[in-house]
C-alpha cells in the first residue's frame, strides 16, 4: 500500500472492495440464480460498510450464472465438464466488460470529490474480492471441487 502511495505522491490512492454471492432470482418457480458484483470504497471505516443499512456497498451489475442445459455434447464427459467451464467463462467475460470503464483510472489519475467536498486527484485500486468458497473457485478459474490455496483436486 505504501509502495503504490510512494508511486503517486500527490495523488489519493481510493482503494476498492468488491464482492459476489450468488443469489435467488426466482422462489419455488425455477432455478433463476444472478451473482450481483457490489462495490464499496475501502475509505469507509469497516463498521460502517459491515452494517447493509448504511449502504456502503453500491451494485455495480448483475451476472448471470448459466447452466446450460440446451446444450447437446457428443459424450456424458463433456456433458458433466462443459456447462461449468463456459459458466466460469461467462462470469470472467462479464467482470472483464464491466471493469473496461474503471481499468484507465488504475494508471491515470481522474478528479472526484472526497467525503469533505474538496475536488482531489485519485488513482483507483483495486483492493479486495470478498467471496465465499464457491465464488473464490469461481474467481479463480477452478472447478468448485478444488482446493483454493493448494491447487489440489479434493
Known sequence: ???????????????????TDSTHLTQLTGDKKVKPLL??????CQ??????????????TFIPEGKFSHLEFQNPTQASLLPGILSRCLYHMCIREVMKPVIPFTVTPIEMVDSEGYICK???????YIADTPEQALVAGLAPNNCIPCLAGT
Open 1 to 19: 500500500w505504501n509502495e503504490l502511495q510512494r508511486k503517486f505522491p500527490n495523488l489519493t490512492i481510493n482503494p476498492f472492495i468488491m464482492t
Open 39 to 44: 462495490i464499496s470504497s475501502a475509505h469507509i
Open 47 to 60: 463498521n460502517v460498510r459491515a452494517k447493509p443499512s448504511k449502504w456502503a456497498f453500491l451494485p455495480l
Open 122 to 128: 485519485e488513482i483507483l485500486a483495486p483492493l479486495f
